[in-house]
Each structure stands twice: as C-alpha cells, then as structure tokens.
C-alpha cells in the first residue's frame, strides 16, 4: 500500500510563496511519473504541473513561469515551490504518484 503525505500548505498574501511537499511511503515513487493537481471550491480537479522519472517538466500554462516542481528521488519525495501567488491559486493542492496514486491534499488560500 502507497501513501503519499502532503504538507506545506497554508494561509500566504498574494505576491508570496510557499513550498509543497510530497512524501511517498515507498521507493516506487523513483520508477513513477508524479505530479501536481488542484481543486477549487465548485471546480473540476485540473493539473497544476508534472514531472517524469527522467525529470522532463510540464506546466499548466496559468502557472508557467511562477511554480517550480521537482522531485528528490533519495528521499521519495516530490515538491511544487510556488512563487508569486495569486487569489486564483487559492485550492487544495493534490499529489499524484503514477496514475493511481493520491495524497490527501493540502490547502492553500492566497489571500490579503
């Protein structure tokens, strides 16, 4: 069984940061893709960025520019630095290890 804990998440003003973090409970995290979902109140679950096994990145084109994601394989763990927040990216932040794989989510409110 894989758990996967997310932590990092809180209460920040627009134009600050934070820094997500998700631990995976076993080593496949290293041989998985992972990635990074959100979801706000009334809206669909939709992808925030991923990254491969082999490191290649992708964004969300309303993130492009502001979040970084990456991974520490040494440590099975994955991370979402998010820089320059905005009101919008107010949600609750999921991890996904492979394609079957969920953290429990951790909110971020970005507000003044």
């Known amino acids: 069984q894989v758990q996967l804990v997310e932590s990092g998440g809180g209460l920040v003003q627009p134009g600050g940061s934070l820094r997500l973090s998700c631990v995976a409970s076993?080593?496949?995290?290293?041989?998985?893709?992972m990635a990074w979902y959100r979801q706000a109140p009334g809206k669909q679950r939709e992808l925030v960025a991923s990254?491969?096994?082999?490191?290649?990145?992708n964004y969300a084109d309303f993130v492009r520019g502001r979040f970084i994601i990456s991974r520490d394989n040494a440590n099975n763990t994955g991370y979402l630095q998010m820089n320059s927040l905005k009101p919008e990216d107010t949600a609750v932040y999921y991890c996904?290890?492979?394609?079957?794989?969920w953290g429990q989510g951790t909110q971020v409110t970005v507000s003044s």
């Open positions: 076993t080593n496949i995290f290293v041989i998985n893709d």
């Open positions: 996904l290890l492979g394609r079957s794989y």
């Open positions: 990254i491969s096994r082999s490191y290649r990145k």
